[in-house]
């Protein structure tokens, strides 16, 4: 009980909790000369001390507890313990200093525990940018910053600009390695930064079509032996090899890079592979090729390499593996969803936001893309190998339609039938293919509408314009929103020259495609046929945005400011025909006939000879050129235009003459003679040859000039009694009408009371000899005619004026095609490899 204390017994109820063993005071360690001492020396011992005040370190002291008596105890300083109460100040809190409280607290000072008192810190200290390894991490960002404004200039398309930076960055790259050898670095060479800037150098010497230095950088990254998984970097030194053309080295880099890439990479070796089979089918190796292929199919099947499978053994002929190859190529998995995971149901709104939102995003993009290409490979495959695989092609169609229809292609087996169609228009068995298109008239809507459009196509193209229109129409049925079928609805329209019905169809194409420019093309003729030029205008300036290069349509918008009265307009747009197309020579032949009624006869000039060397058969060409050299005094070179001209059209007398009058006009008499008397053994009949006969005879004092001159009073006086002959037969004609009239005047009751037949009608008049009369009439129109040719031509003192050029027709026929003015077809333009969902016949069957 001795050692048992009541709290009343003790005067501090906590006391001997502040004190503690001077060893752990640390806090005048940096004022403790003994402790610096012994942070000075070698060895780090303390010497000893004495102390200054009983109890210190060096002696043994008792330490106080809650259960006996407390001694204050000094530090080895003589510093008073933290437990000691000076002076009556408050004790602190804890025996040992917390943050914030020091002794200064008791002479008055402001709490500050952070610090705030002293100010802001000092500011950073700057970095030394001279040292050298500041300098090598600042050349090395240098460097990646031009690798990467390389690839950046490379993806816009800037080839150049990408090569520039990639050099650059070789350069700076071979600075810095050099820079580091200078300061001792050399084992710390950034492998991966050299590998990079190698890479890309040979990537832009590629790009740039700089295949030796592409090669050299790539044999720099492959030979050095510190780069790994260099050696597949053979596969882009293979790729410029088969760029140069350089097959077999091709096929030996290909080799080498499927050698150093391990199984694990199964793709890349499949890829490789391909490429090797491609090479081998340019080479003509199909059998190593087909080896190649074979093993990708077996190993990971792809509708490309089906495909390439397939030409190969089309190329060798083998009729059986071409339908194993082909079954194959149907059964290859797409690993894509099926769209109807993309029809929304009504029951749930999340789901149905869900599907809005993937309905169009990039995977489904993806998906179609692929189906799509899918798609293309089969129709292709199937119109190659039908007439290969089966003694016809239709057996063969009919085979591959079978595959179709049990495979996941099914809605291919339709649009197979109609190129079984296309294929009898190909060669010219337009009953086979009337017939195959007919079976479709029971199928469903969309496959029944494309086979109409066709069919109304081929019965327009056949001018069966009642069975066009029946077809049409059968199409529209189907479809009403089948624009092929509304523009030959309008087509049908527009041949029977209900223009404004026509016009609405083509309106009702556009508001269902408004890229139809078919349906455009055939509006803006429809509005120059109703005289509406400025709409016509506007249908064809809105063609032209769309059809940039349309020869065609360029010539429209010509030909309608010529119309409109704006000649220099209609230039420019000619002018850009021939950009487009410089040697029609229509068009050449219309800008000529431009700047000759504009007065520029020199270019007139240069764009008809360019028509005559383009084609040398148009007459009015020929026409302006030789009136040209004549009116210009030039009659010798008028001649070659004229003999042309008499080539074309050998019973047109005139243009025998005028070259005989270039004869005579350019001093070559006895040229002149020559033709004359050849003229003159031709048509012996022809005044004006004998006219010119006897004056060269006279001239030249031949004897041949009586002979003539008889022969020309003999003409002279048959030609008096035909213009009498035709001038009592008109006087008889406009008797006998007049007397019809009044006789139908007098007997107009009797014909109200009984109308004539058609019979009685196209009787000849009673009141009309039959006899001399009626042959007088016939002889009036024949004399007509023969004056009105005699009026025609040239004088006897300018024989050369007849040859005046025409007026050029203003329509313009296109030399590789239909006339302009014809209408467009609605049938869509046929894709040989394309999706063959929609196809119908294209303008590319036109006969010829």
Not at 141 to 167: H, P, R
Not at 787 to 796: D, E, I, N, Q, Y
Request: with cysteine; hydrophobic share 35%; charged share 30%.
């Amino acid at each position: 009980m001795e050692n048992v204390h009541l709290a009343g017994d003790e005067d501090d109820l906590y006391s001997g909790y502040n004190d503690y063993n001077p060893t752990l005071d640390s806090e005048e360690l940096e004022n403790d000369a003994g402790f610096q001492q012994a942070v000075r020396t070698s060895y780090g011992r303390r010497p000893p001390m004495t102390a200054k005040f009983p109890g210190t370190a060096t002696g043994a002291r008792p330490l106080a507890t809650s259960f006996g008596s407390r001694v204050p105890l000094a530090s080895s300083m003589g510093r008073p313990m933290t437990g000691a109460v000076l002076d009556g100040a408050a004790r602190p809190m804890t025996a040992v200093r917390a943050a914030g409280y020091t002794s200064s607290m008791t002479r008055g000072s402001t709490f500050d525990p952070l610090g705030q008192s002293r100010g802001p810190a000092p500011p950073l200290e700057a970095k030394n940018e001279d040292t050298p390894e500041e300098k090598i991490k600042i050349l090395e960002k240098k460097v990646n910053d031009l690798i990467e404004e390389s690839c950046m200039a490379q993806s816009m398309g800037a080839l150049q600009l990408a090569l520039e930076k990639a050099k650059e960055a070789g350069r700076k790259e071979r600075a810095l390695v050099r820079q580091r050898e200078q300061s001792g670095n050399a084992d710390h060479i950034n492998l991966d930064l050299t590998y990079s800037v190698l890479l890309n150098l040979a990537n832009q010497y590629a790009n740039n079509e700089m295949y030796p230095e592409a090669l050299n950088s790539y044999q720099v990254i492959v030979k050095n032996k510190m780069f790994s998984n260099a050696g597949r970097l053979k596969v882009n030194m293979a790729n410029i090899y088969v760029k140069q053309k350089n097959y077999p080295k091709a096929i030996k880099f290909y080799r080498m890079a499927l050698d150093q890439i391990s199984n694990t990479h199964k793709e890349m070796r499949i890829k490789i592979m391909q490429n090797i089979g491609v090479v081998f089918v340019r080479l003509g190796q199909y059998s190593d090729a087909i080896t190649s292929f074979e093993h990708i199919m077996s190993e990971s099947p792809n509708v490309k390499t089906g495909f390439n499978l397939i030409l190969c053994y089309y190329a060798i002929g083998d009729r059986e593996r071409m339908k194993k190859a082909f079954q194959k190529l149907i059964s290859v998995p797409l690993g894509i969803d099926d769209e109807d995971k993309y029809i929304p149901s009504n029951d749930d709104t999340s789901t149905n936001m869900v599907i809005e939102a993937i309905k169009n995003d990039k995977l489904h993009q993806m998906e179609r893309d692929l189906k799509v290409l899918a798609e293309k490979y089969i129709m292709t495959a199937a119109k190659l190998i039908a007439p290969a695989i089966e003694t016809s092609f239709a057996g063969g169609f009919d085979w591959c339609v079978d595959m179709v229809k049990s495979s996941q292609y099914v809605e291919l087996a339709n649009d197979l039938e109609i190129n079984k169609a296309i294929t009898y228009l190909r060669q010219k068995d337009f009953n086979q293919a009337v017939e195959t298109l007919k079976t479709f008239e029971k199928k469903d809507s969309r496959v029944k509408s494309a086979a109409a459009t066709n069919l109304s196509f081929l019965f327009f193209l056949e001018k069966d314009y009642d069975q066009a229109d029946r077809y049409a129409e059968l199409a529209m049925n189907a479809d009403r929103y089948n624009p092929a079928a509304l523009i030959n609805k309008g087509n049908t329209v527009f041949v029977k020259q209900d223009y404004e019905k026509a016009a609405e169809f083509y309106k009702e194409a556009l508001r269902n495609d408004s890229s139809c420019t078919e349906a455009l093309y055939n509006l803006g003729l429809t509005y120059k046929r109703l005289n509406r030029l400025e709409e016509a205008l506007d249908c064809f300036l809105k063609l032209h945005a769309i059809l940039r290069n349309s020869a065609q349509v360029m010539y429209q918008l010509a030909n309608l400011y010529e119309e409109l009265g704006d000649p220099q307009q209609a230039i420019e747009w000619l002018m850009q025909v021939i950009s487009v197309t410089p040697t029609d020579p229509h068009a050449l032949a219309k800008l000529g006939k431009l700047h000759d009624d504009e007065g520029d006869k020199s270019q007139a000039f240069q764009y008809y000879c360019e028509s005559y060397r383009y084609f040398p058969s148009n007459i009015d060409v020929i026409m302006w050129l030789g009136a040209y050299y004549i009116e210009t005094q030039f009659c010798e070179k008028a001649i070659q235009y004229f003999e042309r001209a008499i080539l074309i059209q050998p019973t047109q007398v005139k243009w025998q003459l005028i070259m005989a009058s270039c004869y005579r006009r350019s001093g070559n008499y006895q040229k002149a003679l020559e033709t004359y008397k050849e003229i003159h053994r031709k048509f012996p009949d022809n005044v004006e040859c004998l006219r010119f006969l006897v004056r060269l005879s006279t001239d030249m004092g031949l004897k041949e000039v009586q002979e003539y001159a008889t022969k020309l009073k003999k003409v002279e006086k048959m030609k008096e009694i035909r213009e009498q002959r035709v001038k009592s037969g008109r006087e008889s004609s406009a008797r006998g009408r007049r007397e019809a009239r009044e006789g139908s005047a007098g007997s107009a009751d009797d014909v109200k009371a009984a109308p004539q037949t058609q019979s009685e009608s196209k009787r000849p008049s009673p009141l009309l000899d039959s006899g001399r009369d009626s042959s007088h009439s016939s002889n009036s129109t024949k004399g007509e005619r023969l004056s009105a040719k005699m009026r025609s031509l040239p004088g006897s003192n300018e024989p050369y004026e007849a040859s005046s050029p025409k007026e050029l027709d203003a329509s313009y026929v296109d030399p590789l095609g239909p006339q302009m003015e014809r209408p467009k077809t609605g049938a869509k333009k046929r894709v040989e490899d394309d999706d063959f969902a929609d196809e119908e016949l294209g303008d590319d069957l036109l006969p010829e």
